[in-house]
């Protein structure tokens, strides 16, 4: 019997019935009557290193073990400060972008280089052209400390993450109402125009008024605080040589997720005019966003049309938030 079946069950696989074993038939034709027991755990982790080992190109991984871990946040933060410390240029102390070496090793960054005539700060020997690729690498994906570390941000960053330190709640700021010189953390600004600045303060998405006396034939400047979507807005205006521009700011605690922009509009019975200007972070230069493209410019033709109207213009803002 045991012969009939062994070639009854080779002849259904010819391929097979070169390199089945006795044991291999017998096991085959116990899965096709028994069912299949389910391992217990011990025996399912055994199989599995079993399957890994014969596959080379597999790791085994190693069983998982409770890690004890002796060092405070703040000893893990000092270490990590040593170790950024020995990725900076030796020249600008910064962290090395480009980085290049001399020929004893010192790492310079690129512009470094080209500032000090390709000559090693440290020993004053050559810098090569040579970009140590390894090192570049495990620069740009070393942890830094936020540079406001000291005042209070515990946030971990790659090197070349420059949006975090932009945007960081602790980073330093001003409040901009003439004649108050506060600053501090961006984070506290808040806190600042409450306690100080509070009957000066818009908190409205949207704000309407008639403009009894308008006039744009004196040079003069304001300062508007907004408050609207849990956002701190300045809203500039300047008067100049018979235009009056306007442009806005606003005060992140973190990187951006959604934009803003700010519709204005005057209008009379007469006269309607109405522009969208974008609204960009504190981090903008000051004085780039009176640029055409970044404010909002009232035509000088229709402010002089507006400065004889003496029945009033309307004039209104709406803040405009819409996702990235």
Known sequence: I????LVKVCCEDKEEEQNMSYG???NKLKDKTTPINKPTSAESEQNVLAE???DKNTPISKASSAVNIEYSCTELFEALKYIHSAAECCSCHKPLRSARVCLNGHGVCLACKTRSNRMCP???????DVKPVMLDQIIKRLPRICKFFQKGCESLVLVNDNDHETFCRYRQTECRIPQCGW???????LQHLESVHAKDLVRSTSESKILMSF?????REGLCVIIAYNNIFWQHVRVRAGRLVQFYQYVPLEKPKEKFAVMVTFHTPETNYSSTTPVHS???DFYSLFKDKESFHLPKKIALSFNQFHSGVHYSTEIIKKPL
């Open 2 to 5: 045991r012969d009939f079946l």
């Open 122 to 128: 440290i020993c004053k020997v050559s810098v090569t």
């Open 215 to 219: 006039n744009t034939k004196m040079n």
């Open 24 to 26: 291999k038939v017998k």
């Open 183 to 189: 600053r501090g953390v961006a984070g506290k600004l």
């Open 282 to 284: 504190d981090a903008f």
């Open 52 to 54: 890994k080992v014969k």
